[in-house]
């Protein structure tokens, strides 16, 4: 079935530092990719996604590019702030939505220090 | 807009009692909502998804007679746990997609911020 692996946590960086959460999916169609981000005490939120491959999905200065040779789609961002903290959750999607069925990664507590 | 919200945030029951949780859409209306279980340092797995009017559909493994879904309204959608157990305890989040795709890209879900269940 389709799984959706991240790399564990908890990451915990300086602020302006750069972020990697890398992210690997198997799945037996060709899915679409998501990050979320569940910032305390808050839902999950859709950060960004990509649909095809090659496509690049970005927000907030967050970047991932869908990978399907390497099916990955690692998250960066070239300078963390502190209200980068929260923890995020890459996920795939056999739709082309995320309002379709989503499978999700065990998530990534990121926490930036001042 | 786009909130969805999830009452209550967190519950304490005993063992062998029911809680409910609900689940809102409060400025869309959502034919169809999903109810996910998260364990710690865990992701989220779908346990059911729900679609107003009718019965909702079960991932497998899902017991139906002890996590019971309605979703009477377009704006709302429940979960109870009946007869809950010490292992019942979990995080519990819903999420909501509109009926409809105008205003909104994609139909995408919405997520509630979760309902703490312990269980003692």
């Known amino acids: 079935g389709d799984s959706v692996t991240q790399m564990e946590g908890p990451v915990t960086l300086s602020e302006e530092a750069f972020l990697t959460i890398n992210c690997t999916y198997t799945?037996?169609?060709?899915?679409?990719l998501f990050w979320y981000v569940q910032y305390p005490g808050e839902g999950l939120q859709l950060l960004l996604k990509?649909?095809?491959?090659?496509d690049k999905g970005s927000n907030k200065g967050f970047e991932a590019t869908y990978r399907k040779e390497t099916t990955s789609f690692h998250l960066e961002k070239g300078s963390v702030q502190v209200s980068d903290s929260a923890v995020y959750f890459c996920a795939l999607s056999v739709g082309e939505t995320s309002g379709s069925r989503l499978t999700f990664g065990e998530g990534t507590q990121l926490t930036v220090n001042p | 807009g786009a909130v969805v919200s999830q009452h209550p945030s967190w519950v304490i029951c005993k063992s062998g009692t029911s809680v409910k949780i609900e689940c809102r859409s409060l400025d869309f209306q959502a034919t169809t909502m999903f109810w996910y279980r998260q364990f710690p340092k865990q992701s989220l797995m779908l346990m059911a998804t729900?679609?107003?009017?009718?019965?909702?559909?079960?991932e497998q493994g899902v017991e139906k007679d002890k996590f019971l879904i309605n979703h009477a309204s377009l704006t709302l959608s429940t979960l109870t746990v009946t007869s809950a157990h010490p292992e019942d305890s979990s995080f519990y989040i819903c999420?909501?997609?509109?009926?409809?795709?105008?205003?909104?890209?994609?139909?995408?879900?919405?997520f509630g911020p979760g309902t703490r269940l312990t269980v003692l």
């Open positions: 990509a649909t095809k491959a090659d």
């Open positions: 999420s909501a997609r509109e009926s409809s795709c105008c205003g909104r890209e994609d139909n995408e879900q919405f």
């Open positions: 799945a037996t169609g060709y899915p679409s």
């Open positions: 729900s679609n107003e009017g009718s019965k909702a559909t079960y």
